[in-house]
């Protein structure tokens, strides 16, 4: 398995391939988180031939340290809180609400720019295939994971082309099951790994999505 994909679109091919040798003929739903894993998310539900969406989700942040993660507010309208930072951090539930407001507003604006008017998949009891095009820290993925497990979903597979070793170690405790195309022991960023790696806007997410349908 090469180590370095051209774009994401391949990355995503080669990764439906690898999906697909479990996956077929199971009904699952496709989700791709945005930006990145959207395009990535859409080669696998073609490899599939599986309907897909856009699962959105927003990490809440301790105010005075915005990259402590206390929990996340996804797609859907669920909330996912770490008790653990929450305790140590101190907060209080007027700080944890008033996060939790700025969070939700931006989850609905991006399903409104993603997704439009139209309803979003129903999860419950399908097998759910969550993808990225690379997992780094596995948090994102982590609060998706409770949330897409929150909306009802019988099974709840993570799905990316990269990802460290140890994170994909942490998330097979989590998921139903992980399926990464490199295993990476050294990991510096998701860019890294490909020739490509353009950031995407929402207009080339909507685009996508409307492909979809």
């Known amino acids: 398995m ?7 679109a391949e990355a995503g091919h080669q ?4 999906v697909a040798e479990v996956y077929a003929g199971a ?7 945005p930006r990145g894993g959207v395009p990535v998310a859409a ?7 599986a ?14 340290q915005p990259e402590l993660a206390f929990g996340a507010v996804a797609s859907g309208g669920v909330r996912v809180l770490n008790e653990e930072v929450v305790a140590a951090a101190r907060l209080d539930e007027a700080t944890i609400n008033r996060e939790t407001e700025a969070a939700t507003a931006e989850v609905e604006r991006r399903e409104l ?14 097998t759910v295939i969550l993808v990225d095009d690379g997992i780094a820290t ?4 982590r609060a998706a994971l409770a949330a897409v497990r929150a909306h009802g979903a019988a099974a709840v597979v ?10 994909v170690t942490q998330l097979s405790e989590v998921a139903d099951r992980v399926i990464v195309l490199v295993s990476a022991t050294r990991f510096g960023s998701v860019g890294s790994f490909y020739v490509d790696f353009d950031q995407l806007s929402d207009f080339d997410v909507q685009a996508i999505v409307r492909e979809q349908t």
């Open 138 to 141: 596995g948090a994102t993925v």
């Open 158 to 167: 993570v799905a990316a082309p990269v990802a460290p070793v140890q994170v």
């Open 27 to 33: 009904d699952p739903v496709v989700l791709g988180l």
């Open 51 to 64: 309907p897909m969406d856009v699962f959105v989700v927003c990490k809440l942040g301790v105010p005075w």
């Open 15 to 18: 990764l439906g391939a690898r």
């Open 113 to 126: 720019a993603y997704r439009g008017a139209r309803e979003p998949l129903v999860l419950h009891p399908r």
């Open 2 to 8: 090469k180590t370095r994909f051209a774009t994401r």
């Open 43 to 49: 080669a696998v539900a073609a490899a599939l031939d």
